[in-house]
């Protein structure tokens, strides 16, 4: 078993160490049972009118039935369900199938104003002939305005604390092995880290000594040494407890899915602020991000709303901008 907290490698560290790309989604709380004001009107084909009045009530009234769903008179297919479900992890199936329906009303909804609109487009690379009708209809109908320097420079200063470098730390370990689901052997390794711990305090140059009789990691051959450590380099649990550390011995072990860590940082460089000019264009990519999503999600909502949606309820504009 490897360590995971960046020892061995010469002391350089080492622990730890198809869906389309965008999907377009709304606020969707809940489910509708199909009423009288959302059946079909009398002057609709018949046929219609009967399929949905013998549907079920609910979205997902059964492990065996789907629910029936129309938009403007074009029923989704339960096996269109079937096969988008996968995407959509849910704590019920009920959840799930709900989220498979609002993506394929949503799909849906989409085809048919690129349809309404005739477009047609040339895919890109690795792009759909779908997704690029998808794309050029959000570019043709969704106003995005810019996000101006004033609102870049107001983000970084209220989150200044973000755009710093990592620090950097020269850390020793000794690690006491044991596997993550054995809470018995954990308890007693535990305290054995602890007596380590207290032996330490009493005299710190026994490190090397300690590491080399008790460490299960490879760093015990340098003295327990993981070399210089920045982010990323170790598992995200020994790390999230390893950068809080100051200088000098670590005050109590610390745990990761490998076992206990007795640690001593031997040296820690704090992070450097980064200007604003270094960081700009992030920030403005960032928020640019989010005016996109509030703006197609806007969209989205004014497309739900002109529509005649039956067997799902999803949040529509009030005021549907389409005519």
């Known amino acids: 078993m490897g360590c995971g907290c960046g020892g061995g490698n010469a002391g350089q560290g080492g622990c730890g160490g198809q869906k389309p790309p ?3 989604m709304v606020d969707a709380p809940g489910v509708q049972e199909v009423t009288p004001e959302s059946r079909p009107t009398a002057d609709e084909p018949e046929a219609l009118a009967e399929e949905v009045e013998s549907a079920p009530t609910l979205i997902a009234s059964s492990e065996q039935e789907w629910p029936r769903v129309t938009v403007n008179g074009v029923t989704i297919a339960p096996e269109a369900m079937a096969q988008e479900l996968q995407y959509h992890p849910a704590d019920s199936r009920e959840d ?6 609002q993506a394929l009303v949503i799909r849906e909804l989409l085809q048919q104003r690129i349809v309404e609109l005739g477009l047609s487009v040339q895919a890109d690379p690795g792009e759909s002939a779908e997704e690029a009708a998808t794309r050029q209809l959000i ?52 305290e054995k880290a602890e007596q380590l711990l207290e032996l330490l305090r009493q005299d710190g140059g026994r490190f090397a000594e300690l590491a080399l009789a008790h460490s299960a990691c490879p760093s015990k051959a340098q003295a327990g040494a993981l070399g210089q450590l920045s982010k990323g380099q170790t598992v995200p649990e ?35 602020e980064l200007p604003y000019e270094v960081v700009a264009g992030s920030i403005r990519t960032l928020l640019q991000q989010g005016v996109w999503q509030k703006a197609v999600a806007q969209y989205l909502q004014t497309l739900i709303g002109a529509a005649d949606i039956v067997g799902i309820r999803l949040q529509g504009a009030d005021s549907p901008l389409l005519q």
């Open 238 to 272: 020994f790390e999230r407890q390893l950068f809080k550390l100051p200088a000098g011995l670590a005050g109590q072990p610390l745990e990761s899915r490998y076992g206990w860590h007795v640690v001593s940082v031997d040296q820690r460089i704090e992070g450097k």
């Open 22 to 24: 965008v999907e377009l």
């Open 96 to 101: 799930a199938v709900f989220l498979a329906a």
């Open 139 to 190: 570019e043709l109908e969704v106003a995005l305005p810019e996000c101006d320097e004033e609102s870049c420079q107001r983000y970084y200063q209220s989150n200044r604390a973000r755009y710093v470098t990592a620090p950097l730390l020269a850390a020793r370990h000794i690690l006491l092995e044991c596997a993550p689901d054995d809470a018995e052997a954990r308890s007693l390794v535990r």
